[in-house]
């Protein structure tokens, strides 16, 4: 099993509409869990860190399963804007020593 | 917020040649640097921990020697990739932490190696 597995994309949406990513983790003592965005040949830039009881940051909504070693992230009326690739990322210290991506979910928003 | 700096963000180089890669933190000490690979279509993978004042931690499969890492101070970590080949054309990305809270990003460097 990898150590991040996201769901393989891309999802092609219209505007306006509700999409969902969902990642599992394999080391079930991680810590600390991620969504990135990325724009294509860009760098990776935090979108939401996730906590145990969820997160909503506007549109964007995350959610963390411990249980079953398993993070969503949820966006609402999507933009065209929101384009991108969506890394799921975990860390599996207590510190910051090291960061797992996942393959990344390419979300594409038509018009 | 904090800021980390990258440079090169592209270059051509021929095979058997070396090229250096810069990343800096711009506002922010940081005693630990990392160094990211990322194929075409693919995650980002660890290649090693750059440790300022002492050596780097590579991951298991990158050659040290070929993937040489410097961390001369508290804000500057450089990559060199000796002797580079086709293969080593990729995506490197440095990231650093700031005070412990988020991870943040150079804006890559895109070598080709022709």
């Known amino acids: 099993r990898k150590e991040v597995e996201q769901d393989p994309g891309p999802f092609n949406v219209p505007e306006g509409a509700t999409v969902a990513f969902n990642c599992t983790y394999s080391?079930?003592?991680?810590?600390?869990f991620f969504w990135y965005r990325q724009d294509c040949r860009k760098e990776p830039k935090l979108l939401m860190s996730?906590?145990?009881s969820g997160n909503e940051d506007g549109r964007f909504t995350a959610q963390l399963n411990r249980a079953s070693q398993y993070i969503s992230l949820l966006i609402r009326d999507s933009k065209l804007s929101d384009s991108a690739t969506y890394l799921c990322?975990?860390?599996?210290?207590?510190?910051?020593?090291?960061?797992?991506f996942g393959k990344g979910t390419m979300l594409l928003v038509s018009p | 917020g904090a800021v980390v700096s990258q440079h090169p963000s592209r270059v051509i180089c021929k095979s058997g040649t070396s090229v250096k890669i810069e990343c800096r933190s711009l506002?922010?000490?940081?005693?630990?640097m990392f160094w990211y690979r990322q194929f075409p279509k693919q995650s980002l993978m660890l290649m090693a921990t750059?440790?300022?004042?002492?050596?780097?931690?590579?991951e298991q499969g990158v050659e040290k020697d070929k993937f040489l890492i410097n961390h001369a101070s508290l804000t500057l970590s450089t990559l060199t990739v000796t002797s580079a080949h086709p293969e080593d054309s990729s995506f490197y990305i440095c990231?650093?932490?700031?005070?412990?809270?988020?991870?943040?990003f150079g804006q890559g460097t895109r070598l080709t190696v022709v």
């Open positions: 996730v906590y145990s």
């Open positions: 506002d922010f000490q940081a005693t630990t």
């Open positions: 990231s650093a932490i700031a005070m412990n809270t988020e991870a943040f």
């Open positions: 990322v975990v860390n599996p210290n207590s510190g910051y020593s090291t960061l797992t």
């Open positions: 750059s440790n300022e004042g002492s050596k780097a931690t590579y």
């Open positions: 080391n079930s003592a991680s810590q600390s």
